[in-house]
């Protein structure tokens, strides 16, 4: 079971080490962004994080404060006309997102996951990977872009290279450099962003370079955070925001569970990460904590550290506590190039871990490329709760487009052997028989393409029978499709024919009766479906063989 907690591997105590130390700046920069108390974005990895990793079933994730969240979190408060300053306000807001997010879970709203094709969500989580590096194009160069679109930030930023800072660039290629030779060293391969953090970090201490630190985001304190009771008054007008945020948190922690398979092969449940990251915020709420949700950047951080199971996220949140609590203004000093720099590595693995998809889609699927590249694009130019409904919507016509185009009627030819497939005859006999299998899966979308390949009549009325082998459709048959054999029915009885249906399941069976089809057909022409692959096929074979004999 996934959800089962392993005993710990050294690996994962460093790589919550690492996690840890991110959480710091990062944490504090997302809560800046939002408008926030930077703090309260640094107490968002401890709790919030230790209770997520947990329950989470996508092993490696790990669940904390994301830029996303953190301004659809200002949005809300702003929008419903209260103070984004006050504790209570945000304690309630993120306990109200956990209720909602733990609703979804329990309601397996997480299946619309189920709906999103590989295509779908590898644009989806390029465009993620696009946007973390966007988000951290200011910290490794210098320069801040008044442009909120993602595509036009990158064009902004190279524009205004005159005002790039060359400390901030220097530090950002250095932390780049020791990261990559470290990696050719294979027995400090799991510490090499650790190393390039605390390196390049203490380096830039010792020379004075002159660039931004996580001191110049907020001081650091060396406390835990406080217990903080929501605002209850509050609820009633954070209630629907609070679905606007938890749609956030799944359209990134599906981009999760899609970049980072669990290392145990054990397979990952939207609504189960959804429900995890219910509990992360109901608990987290009560601790100084904003919303949380998957973060992509941080799960990125932990497996280029080494991470291998669920107890790389536990040790991230009580690093954290344990840093806060003894180092906290130590911190203080860690340039914010360093940031941006191991934050451009993260966004270039997820898109590297990506790029045996995006190249087995783009040669061998035309519709399925075109899906997957308007999802990236609506990832970077759309909110991410409607990046992936847009993705969910792609993905169903692109299944409905490729299920109506194999759709088809072959003809089943008795011989010694059993059963060959031919292609069906342009007409039917005026006296034989006719035994055709549908392939599909019965969407309106298919009738088109089955009415096209179907018999035609006889030119003079006689016997003649055409039995339909269904035994592979679904159990809830379209309206179109009962529609199509009602009619074909009804013109086989006019020329003397009957029309056969062999392989009808209990459920169907109940279906075609509730819409009438099953007395259009008459109960003697329909034949219930068999363990045998062909056994209902054989009996409706005998049947038709009696009634051209009593002719």
């Known amino acids: 079971m996934s959800r089962r907690i392993t005993r710990p591997r050294p690996a994962d105590v460093v790589s919550g080490l690492v996690t840890a130390l991110f959480s710091i700046p990062e944490g ?323 898109i590297e871990g990506r790029w045996d998809d995006i190249v087995l889609v783009m040669r061998s699927a035309p519709l399925s490329a075109v899906a997957m590249i308007a999802t990236f694009v609506a990832t970077t130019q759309f909110p991410l709760q409607d990046a992936i409904l847009a993705g969910a919507a792609i993905s169903l016509v692109l299944y409905c487009v490729q299920a109506a185009r194999t759709a088809h009627l072959t003809a089943l030819i008795p011989d010694d052997e059993g059963w060959r497939a031919e292609k069906p005859p342009n007409t039917l006999p005026t006296t034989g028989i006719t035994v055709l299998n549908y392939s599909g899966v019965a969407l309106f979308a298919e009738i088109p393409r089955i009415a096209e390949t179907w018999p035609a009549l006889p030119e003079q009325s006689g016997r003649h029978v055409v039995i339909l082998s269904i035994r592979g459709l679904p159990d809830v048959p379209s309206a179109t499709l009962q529609k199509l054999l009602h009619a074909r029915a009804e013109e086989l009885r006019k020329t003397g024919g009957r029309l056969m249906l062999a392989g009808v399941r209990p459920a169907m069976m109940t279906t075609i009766r509730r819409a009438g089809l099953a007395d259009a057909l008459g109960s003697e022409n329909i034949f219930a479906t068999s363990e045998h692959v062909f056994g209902a096929v054989e009996d409706a074979y005998a049947e038709a063989k009696r009634w051209l004999a009593t002719g």
């Open 28 to 350: 504090m920069a997302y809560a800046s962004i939002g408008g926030f108390n930077p703090v309260s974005g640094l107490y968002s990895g401890m709790v919030s994080t230790l209770v997520g990793s947990v329950f989470a079933r996508t092993v490696l994730m790990v669940t904390t404060l994301t830029s996303a969240i953190a301004l659809s979190a200002q949005s809300v408060l702003s929008s419903a006309g209260l103070d984004p300053h006050s504790v209570g306000n945000i304690a309630m807001l993120t306990v109200a997102v956990g209720a909602v997010m733990l609703l979804f879970g329990l309601l397996r709203i997480g299946a619309i996951m189920d709906f999103v094709s590989s295509a779908v969500m590898t644009g989806f989580t390029v465009g993620i990977a696009v946007q973390i590096v966007a988000g951290i194009l200011k910290d490794v160069t210098g320069y801040s872009s008044d442009t909120h679109n993602t595509v036009l930030k990158f064009v902004d930023v190279a524009a205004h290279l005159s005002q790039w800072s060359g400390t901030a660039v220097l530090v950002a290629l250095a932390t780049v450099a020791v990261w990559v030779v470290v990696r050719f060293f294979r027995p400090l391969r799991s510490y090499a962003t650790l190393l390039a953090l605390v390196v390049v970090t203490a380096v830039t201490a010792i020379t004075g370079a002159d660039t931004d630190t996580v001191g110049d985001i907020a001081t650091v304190p060396n406390s835990l955070p406080p217990f903080t009771f929501p605002d209850i008054t509050a609820f009633p007008k954070l209630i629907l925001g609070a679905f606007a945020i938890a749609l956030v948190a799944l359209a990134q922690a599906a981009g999760i569970s899609a970049a980072v398979p669990n290392p145990d092969r054990s397979r990952p449940s939207a609504s189960g990460d959804f429900s995890a990251q219910g509990a992360a915020n109901l608990v987290g709420g009560f601790f100084g904590s904003l919303p949380t949700g998957g973060s992509l950047s941080r799960t990125g951080v932990a497996v280029s550290a080494g991470a291998q199971t669920r107890w790389a996220g536990i040790f991230a949140g009580a690093w954290l506590i344990v840093a806060v609590l003894l180092l906290g203004s130590a911190a203080q000093i860690i340039p914010m190039p360093v940031i941006g720099g191991l934050l451009f590595v993260i966004g270039f693995e997820l």
